[in-house]
T-cell receptor, first 114, second 114 residues
């Protein structure tokens, strides 16, 4: 069965610092992978997605993620964090042949200090 | 496009009452998803529809929960009777045809059952 693990429940960084949020998945075939962001009181917004091809994918708001099959990981990165990036981030995995069902991780809450 | 529309945004009700949550997906999208988000269980898929037909309702917690999609532009999630443990944020999401397309989330309905 598919599963997603986000090991970090809460991360705090200073504005301008680099950021990496971890995501590990479990799935027998090549997964479809997503990162979503949820601002307080809002729904989830897609940051980026990976289906195939280049393992480094670029997303909105300056985020990128790298798919590493050998490590079953899809970590999210940003070189310089802005205060407006404070939010909750969710990694999700879908089956390669049917992305109707997405399995979401438990989320990582990002706090940004000025 | 207005995005996915959910109503009401907030609902407070007493235990035992019937609750109906509403969702209008993005025009042209043929898949609709209902999720529940709680601190304890994270984001859970309750049910999803393709072309107005329920495909997988295995996430619906109990018979007290029911969902309908009478047409392509409207869906409801009903809880009858409601219980305090149903308190959560309920999200609706929609997806356009095409393998791998992302899900677009609504702003959610925050339900409190007292």
């Amino acid at each position: 069965a598919q599963s997603v693990t986000q090991p970090d429940i809460h991360i705090t960084v200073s504005e301008g610092a680099s950021l990496e949020l971890r995501c590990n998945y479990s799935y027998g075939a090549t997964p479809y992978l997503f990162w979503y962001v949820q601002s307080p009181g809002q729904g989830l917004q897609l940051l980026l997605k990976y289906f195939s091809g280049d393992t480094l994918v670029q997303g909105i708001k300056g985020f990128e993620a790298e798919f590493k099959r050998s490590q079953s990981s899809f970590n999210l990165r940003k070189p310089s964090v802005h205060w407006s990036d404070a939010a909750e981030y969710f990694c999700a995995v879908g089956r390669s042949y049917n992305t109707d069902k997405l399995i979401f991780g438990t989320g990582t809450r990002l706090q940004v200090f000025p | 496009d207005a995005g996915v529309i959910q109503s009401p945004r907030h609902e407070v009700t007493e235990m035992g009452q019937e609750v109906t949550l509403r969702c209008k997906p993005i025009s042209g999208h043929n898949s609709l998803f209902w999720y529940r988000q709680t601190m304890m269980r994270g984001l859970e898929l309750l049910i999803y529809f393709n072309n107005n037909v329920p495909i997988d309702d295995s996430g619906m917690p109990e018979d007290r929960f029911s969902a309908k999609m009478p047409n392509a532009s409207f869906s409801t999630l009903k809880i009858q009777p409601s219980e305090p443990r149903d308190s959560a944020v309920y999200f609706c999401a929609s997806r356009s045809p095409g393998q791998g397309d992302e899900q677009y989330f609504g702003p959610g309905t925050r339900l409190t059952v007292t």
